[in-house]
Protein backbone atom coordinates (compact mmCIF):
# COMPACT_ATOMS: atom_id res chain seq x y z
CA UNK A 1 0.00 0.00 0.00
CA UNK A 2 1.27 3.47 -1.19
CA UNK A 3 0.88 6.21 1.08
CA UNK A 4 1.19 10.09 0.06
CA UNK A 5 1.46 13.13 2.17
CA UNK A 6 1.22 16.91 1.52
CA UNK A 7 1.06 19.51 4.53
CA UNK A 8 2.70 23.58 3.74
CA UNK A 9 3.09 23.49 7.87
CA UNK A 10 3.68 20.19 9.51
CA UNK A 11 7.09 18.65 10.61
CA UNK A 12 6.90 15.91 7.36
CA UNK A 13 9.56 13.59 8.79
CA UNK A 14 8.34 13.29 11.86
CA UNK A 15 4.96 12.44 10.31
CA UNK A 16 6.06 9.97 7.90
CA UNK A 17 8.14 8.06 10.43
CA UNK A 18 5.06 8.00 12.49
CA UNK A 19 2.60 6.56 9.99
CA UNK A 20 5.31 4.17 8.43
CA UNK A 21 5.75 2.65 12.46
CA UNK A 22 1.84 2.53 12.70
CA UNK A 23 1.49 1.23 9.26
CA UNK A 24 4.43 -1.27 9.14
CA UNK A 25 3.05 -2.83 5.77
CA UNK A 26 2.61 0.58 4.08
CA UNK A 27 5.46 2.40 1.76
CA UNK A 28 4.47 6.06 2.75
CA UNK A 29 6.19 9.25 1.08
CA UNK A 30 6.29 12.97 0.75
CA UNK A 31 4.33 13.94 -1.93
CA UNK A 32 6.50 16.04 -4.42
CA UNK A 33 5.60 17.81 -7.71
CA UNK A 34 5.51 15.39 -10.63
CA UNK A 35 4.75 12.97 -8.60
CA UNK A 36 2.04 10.60 -10.48
CA UNK A 37 3.22 7.27 -9.18
CA UNK A 38 0.39 4.87 -7.53
CA UNK A 39 -1.02 5.98 -4.29
CA UNK A 40 -3.83 4.34 -2.56
CA UNK A 41 -4.09 6.88 0.09
CA UNK A 42 -3.50 10.86 0.32
CA UNK A 43 -3.22 12.78 4.02
CA UNK A 44 -3.31 16.26 2.84
CA UNK A 45 -3.75 19.71 3.73
CA UNK A 46 -4.09 22.84 1.31
CA UNK A 47 -3.50 20.16 -1.55
CA UNK A 48 -2.19 21.07 -5.13
CA UNK A 49 -4.42 20.24 -7.48
CA UNK A 50 -2.07 18.18 -9.35
CA UNK A 51 -1.58 15.84 -6.25
CA UNK A 52 -5.00 14.56 -6.81
CA UNK A 53 -6.41 15.33 -9.77
CA UNK A 54 -6.56 12.34 -11.85
CA UNK A 55 -5.10 9.89 -9.51
CA UNK A 56 -5.97 6.14 -10.40
CA UNK A 57 -6.06 3.83 -7.82
CA UNK A 58 -6.70 6.39 -4.98
CA UNK A 59 -9.14 5.13 -2.18
CA UNK A 60 -9.00 7.52 0.06
CA UNK A 61 -8.14 11.31 0.91
CA UNK A 62 -7.97 12.22 4.16
CA UNK A 63 -7.65 15.93 5.14
CA UNK A 64 -5.26 16.71 7.89
CA UNK A 65 -7.87 18.58 10.33
CA UNK A 66 -11.74 18.91 11.03
CA UNK A 67 -12.71 21.55 8.66
CA UNK A 68 -12.64 20.53 5.06
CA UNK A 69 -13.84 24.07 4.29
CA UNK A 70 -10.59 25.13 2.10
CA UNK A 71 -10.62 21.60 0.23
CA UNK A 72 -14.09 21.56 -0.86
CA UNK A 73 -13.65 25.15 -1.93
CA UNK A 74 -10.64 23.87 -3.85
CA UNK A 75 -12.71 20.86 -5.23
CA UNK A 76 -15.76 23.57 -6.63
CA UNK A 77 -13.10 25.58 -8.24
CA UNK A 78 -10.84 22.49 -9.57
CA UNK A 79 -13.88 19.54 -10.30
CA UNK A 80 -11.41 17.08 -11.19
CA UNK A 81 -9.31 17.13 -7.98
CA UNK A 82 -10.96 14.33 -5.97
CA UNK A 83 -11.16 11.62 -8.61
CA UNK A 84 -15.28 10.27 -8.90
CA UNK A 85 -15.52 8.08 -6.15
CA UNK A 86 -13.00 8.79 -3.70
CA UNK A 87 -14.17 9.33 -0.20
CA UNK A 88 -12.75 12.47 1.74
CA UNK A 89 -12.03 11.66 5.36
CA UNK A 90 -11.41 14.40 8.30
CA UNK A 91 -9.72 14.22 11.15
CA UNK A 92 -13.20 13.64 14.14
CA UNK A 93 -11.74 14.28 17.68
CA UNK A 94 -8.02 13.27 17.71
CA UNK A 95 -7.19 15.64 20.44
CA UNK A 96 -8.83 18.87 19.28
CA UNK A 97 -11.76 17.91 21.54
CA UNK A 98 -10.19 18.37 24.77
CA UNK A 99 -8.92 21.36 23.68
CA UNK A 100 -11.90 22.88 22.70
CA UNK A 101 -13.60 21.98 25.91
CA UNK A 102 -10.51 23.58 27.55
CA UNK A 103 -10.63 26.82 25.24
CA UNK A 104 -14.61 27.13 26.16
CA UNK A 105 -14.30 26.43 30.00
CA UNK A 106 -11.96 29.21 30.54
CA UNK A 107 -13.78 31.57 28.83
CA UNK A 108 -17.45 30.85 30.20
CA UNK A 109 -15.99 31.14 33.43
CA UNK A 110 -14.03 34.02 33.06
CA UNK A 111 -16.67 36.03 32.17
CA UNK A 112 -19.08 33.73 34.87
CA UNK A 113 -16.69 34.73 37.38
CA UNK A 114 -16.58 38.99 35.61
CA UNK A 115 -12.87 38.77 35.55
CA UNK A 116 -13.55 41.18 33.00
CA UNK A 117 -14.98 43.76 34.76
CA UNK A 118 -12.98 43.19 37.63
CA UNK A 119 -9.98 43.82 34.61
CA UNK A 120 -11.64 46.87 33.66
CA UNK A 121 -12.21 47.77 37.44
CA UNK A 122 -8.79 47.56 37.93
CA UNK A 123 -7.23 49.79 35.30
CA UNK A 124 -9.74 52.46 37.08
CA UNK A 125 -7.78 51.59 39.92
CA UNK A 126 -11.08 50.56 41.58
CA UNK A 127 -11.52 48.10 44.45
CA UNK A 128 -15.29 46.84 44.73
CA UNK A 129 -16.96 43.49 44.80
CA UNK A 130 -19.42 43.16 42.29
CA UNK A 131 -22.68 40.87 42.46
CA UNK A 132 -22.23 37.63 41.64
CA UNK A 133 -23.72 35.92 38.22
CA UNK A 134 -26.37 33.31 38.83
CA UNK A 135 -25.75 30.33 36.73
CA UNK A 136 -29.52 30.13 36.19
CA UNK A 137 -29.25 33.01 34.47
CA UNK A 138 -25.95 32.25 32.16
CA UNK A 139 -27.21 29.39 30.10
CA UNK A 140 -24.88 28.34 26.82
CA UNK A 141 -25.43 27.68 23.67
CA UNK A 142 -24.08 25.67 21.20
CA UNK A 143 -23.82 26.34 17.57
CA UNK A 144 -22.87 22.90 15.85
CA UNK A 145 -23.83 19.60 18.07
CA UNK A 146 -20.94 17.29 16.21
CA UNK A 147 -17.53 16.13 17.43
CA UNK A 148 -16.67 19.18 19.05
CA UNK A 149 -19.56 20.76 19.91
CA UNK A 150 -20.68 17.82 22.09
CA UNK A 151 -17.29 17.87 23.60
CA UNK A 152 -17.57 21.19 24.77
CA UNK A 153 -21.48 20.92 25.82
CA UNK A 154 -20.17 17.96 27.81
CA UNK A 155 -17.65 20.19 29.85
CA UNK A 156 -19.98 22.61 30.55
CA UNK A 157 -22.95 20.70 31.69
CA UNK A 158 -19.93 19.22 34.17
CA UNK A 159 -19.40 23.17 35.46
CA UNK A 160 -23.32 23.08 36.69
CA UNK A 161 -24.68 25.58 33.66
CA UNK A 162 -27.72 25.05 31.28
CA UNK A 163 -26.93 24.16 28.29
CA UNK A 164 -28.56 23.92 24.89
CA UNK A 165 -27.17 22.90 21.23
CA UNK A 166 -28.65 23.50 17.91
CA UNK A 167 -27.60 21.25 14.80
CA UNK A 168 -29.42 19.88 12.14
CA UNK A 169 -31.35 17.36 14.08
CA UNK A 170 -32.17 15.78 17.51
CA UNK A 171 -28.96 15.11 19.63
CA UNK A 172 -29.34 13.11 22.77
CA UNK A 173 -26.85 14.59 25.25
CA UNK A 174 -27.14 14.04 28.53
CA UNK A 175 -28.27 17.13 30.30
CA UNK A 176 -28.29 19.93 27.23
CA UNK A 177 -31.40 20.73 25.78
CA UNK A 178 -31.71 19.65 21.86
CA UNK A 179 -32.90 22.25 19.25
CA UNK A 180 -32.48 21.09 15.69
CA UNK A 181 -33.25 23.39 12.25
CA UNK A 182 -34.01 26.60 11.21
CA UNK A 183 -37.61 26.15 12.65
CA UNK A 184 -36.03 26.04 15.98
CA UNK A 185 -33.39 28.40 15.91
CA UNK A 186 -34.99 31.36 17.09
CA UNK A 187 -36.24 29.55 20.20
CA UNK A 188 -32.24 28.33 20.86
CA UNK A 189 -31.06 31.81 21.00
CA UNK A 190 -34.11 33.17 23.23
CA UNK A 191 -32.65 33.11 26.57
CA UNK A 192 -29.17 32.06 25.62
CA UNK A 193 -26.50 33.91 27.29
CA UNK A 194 -23.06 32.40 25.67
CA UNK A 195 -23.39 31.53 22.38
CA UNK A 196 -20.37 29.63 20.83
CA UNK A 197 -19.56 28.74 17.29
CA UNK A 198 -18.43 25.08 16.25
CA UNK A 199 -20.42 24.82 12.82
CA UNK A 200 -19.03 24.03 9.88
CA UNK A 201 -18.50 26.53 6.80
CA UNK A 202 -21.24 25.59 4.43
CA UNK A 203 -23.36 27.68 2.18
CA UNK A 204 -26.06 27.52 4.73
CA UNK A 205 -24.17 28.51 7.73
CA UNK A 206 -21.59 31.66 6.28
CA UNK A 207 -22.83 34.99 7.78
CA UNK A 208 -24.67 33.03 10.36
CA UNK A 209 -23.86 35.24 13.54
CA UNK A 210 -25.26 38.09 12.34
CA UNK A 211 -27.21 41.38 13.69
CA UNK A 212 -30.63 39.69 13.37
CA UNK A 213 -29.08 36.30 14.92
CA UNK A 214 -27.58 39.06 17.63
CA UNK A 215 -30.94 40.50 18.42
CA UNK A 216 -32.20 37.17 19.79
CA UNK A 217 -29.90 36.62 22.45
CA UNK A 218 -30.57 37.41 26.09
CA UNK A 219 -28.88 40.62 26.85
CA UNK A 220 -25.37 41.16 27.96
CA UNK A 221 -24.26 38.16 25.98
CA UNK A 222 -21.62 36.64 25.17
CA UNK A 223 -20.13 35.00 21.55
CA UNK A 224 -17.03 32.50 21.63
CA UNK A 225 -16.17 31.98 17.63
CA UNK A 226 -14.42 28.62 17.51
CA UNK A 227 -15.27 27.36 14.08
CA UNK A 228 -14.43 30.13 11.20
CA UNK A 229 -14.17 34.21 10.79
CA UNK A 230 -16.80 33.63 7.43
CA UNK A 231 -19.57 32.48 9.96
CA UNK A 232 -19.65 35.93 11.85
CA UNK A 233 -20.40 39.31 10.35
CA UNK A 234 -17.64 41.18 12.17
CA UNK A 235 -19.35 44.84 11.47
CA UNK A 236 -22.67 43.50 13.27
CA UNK A 237 -20.86 42.24 16.41
CA UNK A 238 -19.00 45.60 16.80
CA UNK A 239 -22.28 47.09 16.62
CA UNK A 240 -23.84 44.78 19.06
CA UNK A 241 -20.64 45.16 21.21
CA UNK A 242 -20.76 49.21 21.23
CA UNK A 243 -24.89 48.70 21.73
CA UNK A 244 -24.47 46.90 24.62
CA UNK A 245 -26.42 44.06 23.48
CA UNK A 246 -23.68 42.11 23.65
CA UNK A 247 -20.95 42.60 27.01
CA UNK A 248 -17.90 40.21 25.40
CA UNK A 249 -16.53 38.54 22.22
CA UNK A 250 -13.69 35.88 22.22
CA UNK A 251 -12.76 35.32 18.89
CA UNK A 252 -10.23 32.25 17.49
CA UNK A 253 -10.82 32.62 13.80
CA UNK A 254 -11.69 35.93 11.21
CA UNK A 255 -13.31 36.29 7.85
CA UNK A 256 -9.33 37.28 6.86
CA UNK A 257 -6.16 35.39 8.76
CA UNK A 258 -4.30 36.35 10.30
CA UNK A 259 -6.13 39.51 10.84
CA UNK A 260 -5.43 42.99 8.93
CA UNK A 261 -3.81 45.37 11.11
CA UNK A 262 -6.65 48.06 10.33
CA UNK A 263 -9.42 45.60 11.86
CA UNK A 264 -11.68 47.67 14.58
CA UNK A 265 -11.70 44.13 16.45
CA UNK A 266 -7.63 44.58 17.69
CA UNK A 267 -8.45 47.72 19.71
CA UNK A 268 -11.69 46.68 21.31
CA UNK A 269 -11.70 46.71 24.77
CA UNK A 270 -14.10 43.89 24.99
CA UNK A 271 -12.87 41.56 22.38
CA UNK A 272 -10.44 39.29 23.06
CA UNK A 273 -8.75 37.14 20.20
CA UNK A 274 -6.34 34.49 20.06
CA UNK A 275 -4.91 33.40 16.73
CA UNK A 276 -7.00 30.27 15.08
CA UNK A 277 -5.04 28.12 17.64
CA UNK A 278 -8.35 26.85 19.69
CA UNK A 279 -7.65 23.66 18.56
CA UNK A 280 -4.64 21.91 16.93
CA UNK A 281 -4.05 19.16 15.27
CA UNK A 282 -2.19 16.70 17.73
CA UNK A 283 -0.10 14.29 15.42
CA UNK A 284 0.10 11.41 17.26
CA UNK A 285 -3.79 10.80 17.97
CA UNK A 286 -4.28 12.01 14.24
CA UNK A 287 -1.48 9.49 13.24
CA UNK A 288 -3.25 6.64 15.22
CA UNK A 289 -6.63 7.67 13.97
CA UNK A 290 -5.49 7.41 10.34
CA UNK A 291 -3.97 4.45 10.63
CA UNK A 292 -6.82 2.91 12.53
CA UNK A 293 -9.35 4.51 9.94
CA UNK A 294 -6.86 2.91 7.10
CA UNK A 295 -6.92 -0.69 8.41
CA UNK A 296 -10.71 -0.70 8.55
CA UNK A 297 -11.02 0.47 5.38
CA UNK A 298 -8.45 -2.24 4.18
CA UNK A 299 -10.32 -4.66 5.71
CA UNK A 300 -13.59 -3.78 4.08
CA UNK A 301 -15.08 -2.71 7.59
CA UNK A 302 -17.49 0.61 8.00
CA UNK A 303 -15.21 3.70 9.18
CA UNK A 304 -16.66 7.10 10.36
CA UNK A 305 -15.22 10.39 9.56
CA UNK A 306 -16.24 10.57 6.02
CA UNK A 307 -17.47 13.93 4.30
CA UNK A 308 -20.47 14.67 3.05
CA UNK A 309 -19.80 16.55 -0.49
CA UNK A 310 -23.72 17.00 -0.85
CA UNK A 311 -23.88 18.54 3.14
CA UNK A 312 -20.43 20.50 2.80
CA UNK A 313 -18.93 18.99 5.16
N1 LIG B 1 -10.69 27.11 15.57
C1 LIG B 1 -10.10 25.95 15.46
O1 LIG B 1 -8.95 25.79 15.82
C2 LIG B 1 -10.87 24.78 14.91
C3 LIG B 1 -10.35 23.50 15.11
C4 LIG B 1 -11.09 22.41 14.67
C5 LIG B 1 -12.31 22.61 14.04
N2 LIG B 1 -12.77 23.88 13.86
C6 LIG B 1 -14.07 24.09 13.21
O2 LIG B 1 -15.06 23.40 13.95
C7 LIG B 1 -16.01 22.87 13.02
C8 LIG B 1 -16.83 21.77 13.67
O3 LIG B 1 -16.05 20.59 13.80
P1 LIG B 1 -16.72 19.19 14.19
O4 LIG B 1 -15.66 18.17 14.10
O5 LIG B 1 -17.49 19.31 15.46
O6 LIG B 1 -17.77 19.04 13.00
P2 LIG B 1 -19.00 18.04 12.88
O7 LIG B 1 -19.22 17.81 11.43
O8 LIG B 1 -18.80 16.85 13.77
O9 LIG B 1 -20.23 18.86 13.49
C9 LIG B 1 -20.93 19.82 12.76
C10 LIG B 1 -22.25 20.13 13.47
O10 LIG B 1 -22.84 21.26 12.80
C11 LIG B 1 -24.20 20.94 12.52
N3 LIG B 1 -24.63 21.64 11.29
C12 LIG B 1 -24.04 21.62 10.08
N4 LIG B 1 -24.75 22.37 9.21
C13 LIG B 1 -25.80 22.87 9.91
C14 LIG B 1 -26.88 23.72 9.56
N5 LIG B 1 -27.02 24.22 8.32
N6 LIG B 1 -27.78 24.00 10.51
C15 LIG B 1 -27.66 23.49 11.77
N7 LIG B 1 -26.64 22.71 12.17
C16 LIG B 1 -25.72 22.40 11.24
C17 LIG B 1 -24.23 19.43 12.32
O11 LIG B 1 -25.56 18.97 12.53
C18 LIG B 1 -23.26 18.99 13.41
O12 LIG B 1 -23.93 18.92 14.64
C19 LIG B 1 -15.15 22.46 11.84
O13 LIG B 1 -15.90 22.39 10.65
C20 LIG B 1 -14.10 23.54 11.79
O14 LIG B 1 -14.49 24.57 10.92
C21 LIG B 1 -12.07 24.96 14.28
O1 LIG C 1 -10.33 22.70 11.03
C1 LIG C 1 -9.31 22.53 11.70
O2 LIG C 1 -8.83 21.41 11.94
C2 LIG C 1 -8.58 23.71 12.26
O3 LIG C 1 -9.42 24.84 12.27
C3 LIG C 1 -7.36 24.02 11.46
O4 LIG C 1 -7.73 24.71 10.30
Not at 126 to 143: A, H, M
Not at 252 to 272: I, N, Y
Not at 274 to 295: G, L, M, S
Request: with cysteine; glycine share 10%; proline share 6%.
Amino acid sequence: MDIIFHHPTFDTEYWLNRLQQALPGARVRQWKQGDQQPADYALVWQPPVEMLSGRKGLKGVFALGAGVDAILSKLQAHPDMLPDGVPLFRLEDTGMGLQMQEYAVSQVLHWFRRFDDYQAQKLQGKWQPLNDYRREDFTIGILGAGVLGGKVAESLVAWGFPVRCWSRSKKDFPGVVSFAGSEELGSFLSGTRVLINLLPNTPQTVGIINRQLLDQLADESYVINLARGVHLVEADLLSALDSGKLKGAMLDVFSKEPLPEESPLWGHPRVAMTPHIAAVTRPDEAIAYIAKTITQLEKGEAVSGMVSLQHGY
